[in-house]
């Protein structure tokens, strides 16, 4: 009886065994689960392309709401030549710190995103972290043309991508707004709109080697201009070029200007580095600000090129510019106030921003006055102007500006006749070890930038070159098609 009762139960465990190894592979019962599969995916999306294909190369998505929406971290998505009448919407996508996902040209310049004046053809909101875009034009928007936006919206990296035309109604071509840690770099921005690069409540942005070509703007909002860093603190706006090509009766033509309003934060401890401004009617540069708390904003290494004004200060208690070569100005360097400062003080109570300035190492020729401040303003305590170069100027100091430990009037020696305008972005030999301390004076603005930190990469020939002159018939390197440089030959001297 006891033999029975083993034998039946040893039938009965081989049995269940053989029963579960066949389920086994099937992941049945009581077998591990298979781990989902996290290697990154590559996609594809073409103009003849269909949401019901698998994505692949040869079977392209037709839509990106379909291609973006099954994007995880670290895949791509690659976009096939053509036009694009949809809208490139990002919306609640996150890739992470070192396997961003990525949505790229196959051929750089080559996809069109055309929102055919009736969406926003290129847009990352809604959350969206750790996103890279690349290669990609944006164009013909009912807003914005690249519009980044929202406050848990960050990490996002935009590079070699051009846009331009934005819609009549204060909209900008590239526009950032409350989003934080975005980069962008080598692009470009042209057509119509009212601020080329407008970034507004974005901490932590990065811009670098962008092209700004301001055309055209018939709609509302405030001054016109390159670019404007607006109620946003601690950004890098670095080798970035500014161009007016237009008419515009809108109030202020500016170039890069650092503002904070009433109503939004201060704009703080900027980094202004290795820029150039051409051609503006208004100021090339400038910090202003409605609220007093706007401090610590930094410009170095930039060049004001046939402006209206140079540089404006109606804001900003701790205000450092040096090395700024102002060329061609009807004031150099202008601290100031308006009637506006005075409306805000006594409707807000908050006083006259406490203003004070380091203006050092920098050159000022060819222009109508060069130093003047007032000293009405509240709070006023003045401008230490240091080792500045004056040359060509009617009158080098007026209102209450006075010569500074160094200033000196002389020929700086540049040679506009063979370099085109690119002579104000070298140190001429008669500037080279004349500063505090056996430093240069001028505007350098012939290595790249990175994160703030000048490196020995050369920035000329623009990088971006090729592909702003096809699509604009502009060139921001060479002379000949409206650039800053007859030739680079001898540019570049042993550092």
């Known amino acids: 009886m006891g033999r029975v009762v083993i034998k039946c139960g040893a039938r009965f465990i081989w049995g269940v065994l053989c029963f579960f190894s066949l389920l086994a592979p099937c992941g049945g019962y009581n077998s591990p689960s298979s781990p989902p599969d996290t290697s990154p995916a590559i996609y594809y999306i073409g103009t003849d392309g269909k949401d019901s294909n698998n994505g692949s190369a040869s079977s392209p998505f037709g839509t990106f709401s379909k291609a973006v929406g099954i994007l995880r971290a670290g895949d791509t998505l690659f976009i096939m030549s053509g036009t694009y009448r949809q809208s490139l919407l990002v919306s609640g996508k996150n890739g992470v710190s070192g396997s961003p996902i990525t949505i790229k040209a196959v051929n750089d310049g080559e996809v069109f995103v055309d929102g055919q004046n009736v969406r926003i053809p290129c847009e990352v909101g809604d959350g969206s972290s750790y996103v890279t875009i690349e290669g990609i034009r944006c164009g013909n928007s009912s807003g914005d043309v690249f519009y980044i936006h929202g406050s848990g919206t960050h990490h996002i990296s935009v590079r070699r991508v051009t846009a331009f035309n934005a819609a009549n109604n204060n909209n900008h071509v590239f526009s950032l707004w409350k989003s934080r840690h975005v980069t962008l770099e080598d692009v470009a921005a042209y057509g119509n709109g009212r601020q080329s690069f407008n970034i507004m409540g974005a901490d932590y942005t990065v811009v670098r080697r962008c092209f700004g070509l301001w055309q055209t703007y018939a709609g509302n909002g405030g001054p016109v201009g390159f670019m404007q860093i607006y109620g946003s603190s601690n950004c890098i706006v670095e080798n970035c070029v500014g161009v007016w090509r237009g008419t515009s009766n809108m109030e202020g033509q500016q170039g890069l200007v650092i503002w904070a309003n009433t109503y939004n934060r201060g704009a703080n401890h900027n980094r202004i580095y290795g820029n150039v401004v051409m051609n503006y009617p208004g100021w090339a540069y400038g910090v202003s600000s409605a609220q007093n708390t706007i401090t610590g904003n930094n410009f170095h290494h930039n060049a004001s090129i046939d402006n209206g004004l140079g540089f404006q200060q109606t804001a900003d208690d701790n205000l450092i510019v040096e090395s700024l070569v102002v060329k061609g100005a009807t004031d150099g360097f202008n601290m100031n106030t308006d009637s506006s400062y005075l409306r805000n003080y006594r409707t807000y109570n908050q006083g006259f921003v406490i203003k004070t300035a380091r203006l050092r190492h920098s050159v000022f020729l060819q222009d109508v006055r060069a130093l003047g401040w007032s000293s009405a303003a509240?709070?006023?305590?003045?401008?230490?102007?240091?080792?500045?170069?004056?040359?060509?100027?009617?009158?080098?100091?007026?209102?209450?500006?006075?010569?500074?430990?160094?200033e000196k009037t002389l020929n700086p020696g540049y040679d506009p006749g063979r370099f085109g305008k690119g002579a104000y972005l070298m140190i001429p030999a008669a500037l080279q070890g004349k500063g505090e301390g056996g430093a240069d004076i001028g505007a350098e603005v012939l290595y790249r930038y990175q994160d703030g930190v000048l490196t020995n990469q050369p920035l000329w020939p623009w990088p971006m070159e090729d592909r702003i002159y096809r699509e604009t018939g502009v060139s921001v390197t060479w002379a000949a098609n409206g650039g800053l440089w007859k030739t680079l030959n001898g540019v570049y001297r042993a550092k």
Do not use: E, L, P, S
């Not at 100027?393 to 500074?404: E, F, H, I, P, T």
């Open 378 to 406: 509240y709070g006023f305590r003045g401008v230490a102007n240091t080792y500045n170069i004056y040359y060509g100027y009617n009158r080098d100091y007026y209102m209450n500006a006075v010569k500074g430990k160094g």
